[in-house]
């Protein structure tokens, strides 16, 4: 790649409205000029990272695509405190077992959006790793002196917090700017990183850094925020009245994670392109075009989705995510799914549960089944159903009123899908016994 190319990044990133403040423009073109080490930190509050955490992700990823060497950073030790910043109580502190366990999922994901060989390798960092050995004691003399306390109070992190009368700032909390701040110069000590990148709340933290590094180094440093990821109405994209929409498919399926982008409001799927995909300008402003044109047919959400979901579960689990979605609105037979999709595509529907040796002997009456999910008021209501062709088991019409199911009628492990006219469905589960169930 041409040094020339390097710094288009800047505009690249300027169209998309992913720049939010800078240390300065005309710095920072000059720094990209020259394939650049460029970090950004993730906290590990949970072993999967979400939706809201996948821009600064993506934006690594932007970074090493134009030629840049990227660093992802997970917070084994700046986890162990927690980060105030944009948090209006204290967080729960987690335990060194959990925060290990965290750890390792967050890094294992980050090995899906960037490339660990080639020039400009990704580098996976634990801060852990140098923070481990230092005593108390010696952070204080090493690190402390060198932050004036009178700097720190002037953090919108931290003024936020002390001006609320209910809450306040631990000291433990306020210490997190020090480590996050020592991050930065450690990291563009030891692997000559001179940009770092975050959310907008993220600004005071990493001002702390350029300073620091500067004081301890005689460094200099940049910055560079993007905007955090909001809906149009404040709220933060990726949350549900579930709650989060993780990267994790085991925590949130990749029909659940397709669905949440296919039903992207219209005001707010054109940040999703720009912010979070690959997509050229002109792709994105054809399909903005078409949202203003024919917004009934969701052409943009639709490649939000096929986009997104493919970047995070891959072409294997957007594939999925189409057959669920087939499944639901176009009637497709029901088979060789996980219960896992199965749950998370019927999420609201009602269910009901019966013995595994009732699966095991077919003993299981479909008119019972209706009865007990309440598809059916009455045995005498499932029967007429049945005989007027309004029944199905996994979109597969059924006739016979004496119909008995087994576990060739399991759609997945322990489901079976049953269906009364074309938009009623519940779920016949088989309750395992205990012995299977270990």
């Known amino acids: 790649m041409s ?7 800047l505009e690249d990133l300027q169209w998309r409205g992913l720049i939010h403040q800078t240390t300065g423009h005309e710095p920072l073109m ?11 930190g993730f906290d590990p509050t949970s072993d999967s990272l979400h939706v809201g955490s996948l821009l600064p992700l993506v934006l690594l990823r932007r970074f090493q695509k134009a030629g840049h060497r990227p660093i992802a950073l997970v917070g084994g030790a700046t986890g162990m405190v927690g980060d105030p910043s944009g948090k209006s109580e204290e967080r729960n502190l987690l335990s060194k077992e959990t925060l290990a366990k965290n750890v390792a999922g967050l890094q294992q994901q980050m090995r899906k959006f960037l490339d660990f060989e080639g020039d400009q390798a990704a580098s996976l960092v634990n801060n852990f790793d140098w923070m481990k050995d230092f005593s108390f004691l010696d952070f204080l003399r090493d690190v402390g002196k060198n932050v004036p306390v009178n700097v720190m109070l002037t953090k919108d992190s931290v003024k936020q917090r002390l001006e609320r009368q209910d809450g306040g700032l631990s000291f433990t909390e306020f210490s997190y700017m020090l480590l996050q701040a020592f991050d930065f110069a450690y990291l563009a000590k030891e692997h000559a990183c001179r940009l770092q990148i975050g959310g907008s709340d993220q600004w005071g933290n990493i001002t702390a850094g350029i300073d620091l590094a500067r004081r301890m180094h005689g460094i200099s440093l940049h910055g560079l925020t993007c905007p955090l990821l909001l809906t149009s109405d404040g709220r933060k994209m990726g949350k549900t009245e579930r709650g989060a929409v993780w990267l994790d498919g085991d925590k949130t399926s990749p029909y659940a994670f397709y669905q949440y982008f296919v039903n992207v409001a219209d005001d707010d799927v054109s940040r999703g392109l720009r912010f979070l995909t690959d997509l050229t300008q002109e792709e994105i402003l054809d399909l903005e075009r078409c949202v203003k044109e024919s917004p009934q047919e969701r052409a943009a959400q639709k490649r939000l989705a096929e986009n997104l979901t493919e970047l995070v579960h891959g072409s294997h689990g957007l594939a999925r995510a189409r057959q669920a979605t087939e499944v639901f609105f176009s009637g497709a037979s029901i088979e060789n799914f996980s219960d896992r999709e199965l749950l998370d595509l019927f ?5 009901a549960a019966f013995p595994q040796p009732m699966w095991e002997t077919q003993s299981v009456s479909l008119v019972d089944g209706l009865c007990a999910t309440g598809l059916a008021k009455s045995k005498g209501e499932a029967r007429r159903s049945i005989e007027q062709g309004a029944i199905a088991i996994n979109n597969r019409r059924v006739d016979q009123v004496d119909r008995m199911l087994g576990r060739s009628d399991l759609a997945s492990e322990s ?7 074309k938009k009623r469905y519940a779920l016949l589960k088989m309750e395992r016994d205990r012995e299977d169930a270990c």
């Open 30 to 40: 000059e720094l990209l000029k020259q394939p650049t080490s460029v970090y950004a």
């Open 3 to 9: 040094h020339g190319s390097l710094e288009k990044i």
């Open 347 to 351: 999420v609201d529907v009602p269910s």
């Open 415 to 421: 489901v079976a899908v049953i269906r009364s006219g």
